[in-house]
Antibody
Framework: EVQLVESGGGLVQPGGSLRLSCVGS????????MTWVRQAPGKGLQWVAN????????YYVDSLKGRFTISRDNAKNSLYLQMNSLRADDTAVYYC??????????WGQGSVLTVSS | QSALTQPASVSGSPGQSITISCTGT?????????VAWYQHHPGNAPKLMIY???SRPSGVSSRFSGSKSGNTASLTISGLQPEDEADYYC??????????FGTGTKVTVL
């Protein structure tokens, strides 16, 4: 059974940094593109970034370029999202998902980030 | 990377059919084969319902179908059931090798 489990969320002050993690199981993690998607309170889903199976190719939503960095460690079946210079509008549930060829076929339950003083 | 446009809400009675539209541009929906639809019950993980415009993943009811014409994709739910009440999002791959979601549609079963 494919499973994705996010961790690392919490309360961070504005301007702070945080790294989210996502561990995958039940599939060959190193064969798949992976992605992060977020949902702010009361808002819709927003695609954040995705990363090639080898970790050497990635894409970001324009509004987050320079502050967020996606990475992976295939030896640990893990996906990461490093978030810097956090702002209140980064408050959201962050989901990791597997990209099955063209769409997001499996999702984690999400990790909650709250940016507040 | 503007969000794709969806109606905020759609409603229907049990057994009826409803259609949700998703309008983009030639850089995403109109120029790509990779349009997907997700069902999201708040508090749960989103679920893939349709991929590649009109394909259904294994296990998804045949009551869900997808189509596309020009820059607009559509999701139709036939034989509406109470458990279909949820938020629905379209998504498209883009010419910039990124993804974009729709604004989301709340489906209410009357």
């Amino acid at each position: 059974e494919v499973q994705l489990v996010e961790s690392g969320g919490g309360l961070v002050q504005p301007g702070g940094s945080l790294r989210l993690s996502c561990v995958g199981s039940g599939f060959t993690f190193s064969n798949y593109w992976m992605t992060w998607v977020r949902q702010a309170p009361g808002k819709g889903l927003q695609w954040v970034a995705n990363i090639h199976p080898h970790g050497d190719e990635f894409y970001y939503v324009d509004s987050l370029k320079g502050r967020f960095t996606i990475s992976r460690d295939n030896a640990k079946n893990s996906l990461y999202l490093q978030m810097n210079s956090l702002r209140a509008d980064d408050t959201a549930v962050y989901y990791c998902a597997r990209i099955g060829l063209t769409s997001f076929d499996y999702w984690g339950q999400g990790s909650v980030l709250t940016v507040s003083s | 990377q503007s969000a794709l446009t969806q109606p905020a809400s759609v409603s229907g009675s049990p057994g009826q059919s409803i259609t949700i539209s998703c309008t983009g541009t030639t850089s995403d929906v109109g120029g790509q084969k990779y349009v997907a639809w997700y069902q999201h019950h708040p508090g749960n993980a989103p679920k893939l319902m349709i991929y590649d415009v009109s394909s259904r993943p294994s296990g998804v009811s045949s009551r869900f179908s997808g189509s596309k014409s020009g820059n607009t994709a559509s999701l139709t739910i036939s034989g509406l059931q109470p458990e279909d009440e949820a938020d629905y999002y379209c998504s498209s791959y883009t010419n910039s090798r990124t993804y974009v979601f729709g604004t989301g549609t709340k489906v209410t079963v009357l």
